[in-house]
């Protein structure tokens, strides 16, 4: 059973283009984190939601909280080729992490 | 802060041979993890460690594999024998509870990639 659903699974985008990758669920988590990984590296943290409807802001980066705490969105404001990564979402319950399936961005030059 | 270590970094292996993954957290992390990221998807966590306690290996296929932690401290990850489908990349993470669970990040390791032939 896959408790997050990323989507989308894939996306390619030019420089300078908008984006925004969803995590759904049917259950309600304590926290919501969001990790990138690049090729051959493990995950690494980009940001972790606690409460319902918050927003959090890293450069470029907007996450948002849902307000049932069974999703998130994460959106990308002028992408650049360092964006370029697998982006995760994982969500807390009890003491366990579960992670979604990712969605893969490539931002071509 | 030394990161989370891992090795080998690489390992091909014959069905039915087996292998063992090692993990070296970051120091004071009471908890462990070790999870299964197949090729195209998310970690699979297979197995949660507090301390040199279990408090989740629900997704532990123990016919096949095992895991230790001895001294609370590093721990290895086992599989004996192996089967095709077990080629992934094998990460350890750590955390601190520090700041509470709801808001420590995991720290990661680079993985293990293993290939069954």
């Known amino acids: 059973t896959q408790l997050l659903e990323q989507s989308p699974q894939f996306l390619s985008i030019q420089e300078g283009e908008n984006l925004t990758v969803y995590c759904n669920s049917s259950s309600v988590f304590s926290s919501l984190q969001w990790y990138r990984q690049e090729p051959g590296e493990g995950p690494v943290l980009l940001v972790t939601?606690?409460?319902?409807?918050e927003v959090k802001k890293l450069k470029r980066l907007t996450f948002q909280f849902g307000d049932a705490r069974k999703d998130s969105s994460l959106h990308i404001t002028a992408a650049q080729p360092g964006d370029t990564g697998l982006y995760l979402c994982?969500?807390?319950?009890?003491?366990?992490?579960?992670f979604g399936k990712g969605t893969m961005l490539l931002v071509s030059p | 802060e030394a990161g989370v270590a891992q090795s080998p970094r690489y390992k091909i292996i014959e069905k039915r041979q087996s292998v063992a993954f090692w993990c070296n957290p970051i120091s004071g992390h009471a908890t462990l993890y070790w999870y299964q990221q197949i090729l195209g998807q998310g970690p699979k966590l297979l197995i949660q460690f507090q301390n040199n306690g279990v408090v989740d290996d629900s997704q532990l296929p123990k016919d096949r594999f095992s895991a230790e932690r001895l001294k609370g401290v590093d721990s290895t990850l086992k599989i004996q024998p192996a089967k095709l489908e077990d080629s992934a990349v094998y990460l350890c993470?750590?955390?601190?509870?520090?700041?509470?669970?709801?808001?420590?990040?995991?720290?990661f390791g680079n993985g293990t990639r293993l290939t069954v032939t």
């Open positions: 939601v606690v409460t319902g409807g």
């Open positions: 993470a750590s955390r601190s509870i520090g700041q509470g669970l709801v808001a420590s990040p995991l720290h």
């Open positions: 994982a969500g807390l319950r009890y003491s366990t992490l579960t």
